[in-house]
C-alpha cells in the first residue's frame, strides 16, 4: 500500500521509494481495487438489477 497515489506528504511508502530510487516513478492505485470500481461501474450501466438476480439464478462459494 502506497496510501494512494494522490497522497502527497514526504511520510509514505511512494515518496520514500521514489528519494530511494531517484528516478520518476509513477504511483497507481491498488490493482485489484482498480478492477473492483471498474467492474462496479459497468455493472451499474446495466438494465437490470444484477445482485438480484444471482440468489434467483443460484450462486455457490
Do not use: R, W
Not at 462496479?40 to 439464478?57: G, R
Amino acid at each position: 500500500m502506497m496510501g494512494g497515489s494522490k497522497q502527497g506528504g514526504k511520510n509514505n511508502v511512494l515518496h520514500l521509494f521514489k528519494e530511494d530510487v531517484g528516478s520518476d516513478v509513477i504511483g497507481i492505485g491498488c490493482v485489484a481495487h482498480i478492477i473492483h470500481n471498474t467492474a462496479q461501474a459497468a455493472v451499474d450501466q446495466l438494465p437490470y438489477d444484477v445482485e438480484a438476480m444471482v440468489p434467483k439464478y443460484g450462486y455457490t462459494f
